[in-house]
Nanobody
Framework: QVQLVESGGGLVQPGGSLRLSCAAS????????MGWYRQAPGKQRELVAR???????NYADSVKGRFTIASNNAKNTVYLQMNSLKPEDTAVYYC????????????WGQGTQVTVSS
């Protein structure tokens, strides 16, 4: 059993910052990649940022230069620093991990709400 537990969401004014965290726990051999997706009302879930075990990162064009993803492999934890937040960043943010147990299995967190509003 593997669990992803997210924290750090909330309400912030435009231009503000938030930091999301996600910790994976359970029967984990290793994690190949972790990332953050988001889903706004009426829209499809989309990739925000992703980081591999080796440290390679990729970002959605809409967040480049504003968001930074980082990870701590020893703690199976991923972080998303979000700066210069905009109302269009409002969404439920989901943590995602490719967990190696005997095979590689994708896991999702329960989601954390981020609301950017004045």
């Amino acid at each position: 059993q593997v669990q992803l537990v997210e924290s750090g969401g909330g309400l912030v004014q435009p231009g503000g910052s938030l930091r999301l965290s996600c910790a994976a726990s359970g029967s984990i051999f290793s994690i190949n990649a972790m990332g953050w997706y988001r889903q706004a009302p009426g829209k499809q879930r989309e990739l925000v940022a992703r980081i591999t075990r080796g440290g390679d990162t990729n970002y959605a064009d809409s967040v480049k230069g504003r968001f930074t993803i980082a990870s701590n492999n020893a703690k199976n934890t991923v972080y998303l620093q979000m700066n210069s937040l905009k109302p269009e960043d409002t969404a439920v943010y989901y943590c995602h991990a490719l967990v190696v147990i005997t095979t590689t299995i994708p896991y999702w967190g329960q989601g954390t709400q981020v609301t950017v509003s004045s």
